[in-house]
């Protein structure tokens, strides 16, 4: 249920209400681990590993008491408090992705991430892939495919507009980059929700009333606004695409041309707020979905047996980990039945959202109906939408490969938390089209060109 009609929707403010210039200059945004933080790291990883149970490179389960920490403990505090309590957005720069295989260094990143609270199972109600983490503490975001629609359970190298994801704290972390595209953007929902309150009122409240979207036990109403009655904290929840393919659901209200154009808006004026960036190898990022929104632009992928461009095929190419955390901190959230239905529990602290409580409520096969519409061209990605945006495109195969060195403008100075160095990961990861590992310094042929530096632009 949403707000009653003859409430008043006010301006929000306060810290988590960033622009993308304010985020770059939180020292929290790009924090650099101490030699100590990293020593201690790598210690905690081999206490760790007599005790971890993988299923291939996915590690199970990692606690605290697995992976012990100190010095870093006193760091991971410190971005919890400005997670919930702050900005909703953090940064480590520089974790040594160079050093570990990617089975090792998912232990690390849920050793990490058990600090700050429970690590729940992934879940997604469109692309139901193990790959990407569906049912497991980690995924392994990357392009198994070109094209704008994901198909047959495979990740494609789409755009994705500003979204939540369904936890309270959404982490990512980069291995490698692609060739060309690929820029990970974040923007406060709380900034966008106030810009909207003084361009278009009417349009914001409609946000705050139930709209339908799609999630793996069928398809449930929430409003992508809400405000908790008694603590006052705001939520928002959004993914233009669960609540594009409700669309072609039976029985599903339409939307009107006005809800239509209020989620175009929270995109338009995201992308114009907040902070897009190219996330290089080492970089950690924890984003809190009640506070703010994430996206990406397509990228550059080819086929396994594109030997010209091999650099960006599946086993080369864009590759990020990603874990969903219930931080021991976290806020309420409104007592609706539909929040009950999707978190599995408003009480805050408490291990929520993921796939637990779809499996609760009883998984369903996607929509039959919904399936055809994209099979024979009645649906398309996006497609309800008015707006199209730079970034889209997947189709980069034509247009030269930059190397790109520097994440900011030149006229820009460069924060102190903001490290300058070239990361290893890049070439470390990289194989020939023969499955062979090259040298560090001395990365493939056709691929030299797209190693990159490890600094961010604004």
């Given at each position: 249920?949403?707000?009653?009609?003859?409430?008043?929707?006010?301006?929000?403010?306060?810290?988590?209400?960033?622009?993308?210039?304010?985020?770059?200059?939180?020292?929290?945004?790009?924090?650099?681990?101490?030699?100590?933080?990293?020593?201690?790291?790598?210690?905690?990883?081999?206490?760790?590993?007599?005790?971890?149970?993988?299923?291939?490179?996915?590690?199970?389960?990692?606690?605290?008491?697995?992976?012990?920490?100190?010095?870093?403990?006193?760091?991971?505090?410190?971005?919890?408090?400005?997670?919930?309590?702050?900005?909703?957005?953090?940064?480590?720069?520089?974790?040594?992705?160079?050093?570990?295989?990617?089975?090792?260094?998912?232990?690390?990143?849920?050793?990490?991430?058990?600090?700050?609270?429970?690590?729940?199972?992934?879940?997604?109600?469109?692309?139901?892939?193990?790959?990407?983490?569906?049912?497991?503490?980690?995924?392994?975001?990357?392009?198994?495919?070109?094209?704008?629609?994901?198909?047959?359970?495979?990740?494609?190298?789409?755009?994705?507009?500003?979204?939540?994801?369904?936890?309270?704290?959404?982490?990512?972390?980069?291995?490698?980059?692609?060739?060309?595209?690929?820029?990970?953007?974040?923007?406060?929902?709380?900034?966008?929700?106030?810009?909207?309150?003084?361009?278009?009122?009417?349009?914001?409240?409609?946000?705050?009333?139930?709209?339908?979207?799609?999630?793996?036990?069928?398809?449930?109403?929430?409003?992508?606004?809400?405000?908790?009655?008694e603590t006052g904290s705001f939520t928002t929840q959004i993914s233009p695409s669960y609540i594009e393919n409700a669309q072609y659901v039976n029985g599903v209200r339409k939307l009107s041309g006005d809800e239509i154009e209020a989620i175009d808006l929270i995109e338009e004026i995201g992308l114009e707020l907040g902070h897009q960036f190219l996330q290089?190898?080492?970089?950690?990022?924890?984003?809190?979905?009640?506070?703010?929104?994430?996206?990406?632009?397509?990228?550059?992928?080819?086929?396994?047996?594109?030997?010209?461009?091999?650099?960006?095929?599946?086993?080369?190419?864009?590759?990020?980990?990603?874990?969903?955390?219930?931080?021991?901190?976290?806020?309420?959230?409104?007592?609706?039945?539909?929040?009950?239905?999707?978190?599995?529990?408003?009480?805050?602290?408490?291990?929520?959202?993921?796939?637990?409580?779809?499996?609760?409520?009883?998984?369903?096969?996607?929509?039959?109906?919904?399936?055809?519409?994209?099979?024979?061209?009645?649906?398309?990605?996006?497609?309800?939408?008015?707006?199209?945006?730079?970034?889209?495109?997947?189709?980069?195969?034509?247009?030269?490969?930059?190397?790109?060195?520097?994440?900011?403008?030149?006229?820009?100075?460069?924060?102190?938390?903001?490290?300058?160095?070239?990361?290893?990961?890049?070439?470390?990861?990289?194989?020939?089209?023969?499955?062979?590992?090259?040298?560090?310094?001395?990365?493939?042929?056709?691929?030299?060109?797209?190693?990159?530096?490890?600094?961010?632009?604004?």
């Open positions: 249920m949403g707000i009653s009609q003859d409430a008043i929707v006010k301006q929000i403010g306060g810290r988590a209400a960033w622009t993308g210039k304010e985020l770059h200059k939180n020292p929290y945004w790009g924090a650099v681990l101490s030699e100590d933080e990293l020593n201690e790291l790598d210690a905690a990883l081999r206490h760790a590993l007599p005790d971890v149970e993988f299923d291939g490179e996915v590690p199970q389960k990692v606690t605290q008491e697995m992976f012990p920490l100190d010095v870093m403990k006193r760091r991971i505090n410190g971005l919890s408090e400005e997670l919930e309590n702050g900005s909703g957005a953090v940064m480590i720069a520089n974790m040594p992705v160079a050093k570990y295989s990617i089975a090792h260094l998912s232990v690390i990143y849920l050793g990490i991430c058990a600090y700050i609270g429970h690590v729940v199972h992934q879940s997604s109600a469109g692309l139901r892939s193990k790959s990407r983490g569906y049912g497991q503490p980690v995924g392994h975001v990357r392009a198994e495919m070109k094209g704008k629609t994901p198909k047959d359970g495979k990740q494609s190298n789409n755009y994705f507009r500003l979204h939540t994801d369904r936890c309270d704290v959404i982490s990512l972390l980069s291995v490698r980059t692609a060739s060309k595209g690929g820029e990970a953007r974040v923007s406060s929902a709380v900034a966008i929700h106030d810009a909207m309150l003084e361009r278009a009122p009417e349009l914001v409240r409609l946000l705050y009333q139930p709209i339908p979207r799609i999630w793996e036990a069928g398809v449930t109403s929430l409003p992508i606004f809400a405000i908790h009655p290089m190898p080492g970089q950690l990022t924890f984003l809190n979905n009640h506070l703010v929104y994430h996206g990406r632009t397509a990228w550059k992928f080819c086929e396994m047996e594109d030997l010209q461009n091999c650099r960006d095929n599946v086993e080369n190419g864009r590759l990020l980990l990603r874990a969903w955390v219930s931080p021991f901190n976290s806020r309420a959230l409104p007592p609706t039945p539909e929040m009950h239905r999707l978190w599995g529990t408003v009480e805050g602290g408490a291990p929520r959202g993921g796939l637990d409580p779809a499996e609760k409520e009883g998984i369903v096969a996607k929509p039959q109906e919904l399936i055809d519409a994209y099979a024979t061209g009645k649906a398309d990605y996006y497609g309800i939408y008015s707006r199209t945006f730079k970034g889209e495109d997947v189709d980069l195969l034509d247009e030269p490969c930059e190397a790109r060195s520097s994440n900011m403008p030149a006229d820009e100075p460069r924060s102190s938390n903001m490290p300058s160095r070239r990361e290893g990961a890049a070439a470390r990861t990289l194989r020939n089209c023969n499955g062979a590992q090259p040298p560090m310094a001395q990365p493939i042929a056709n691929c030299a060109q797209h190693l990159q530096t490890g600094s961010l632009r604004m």
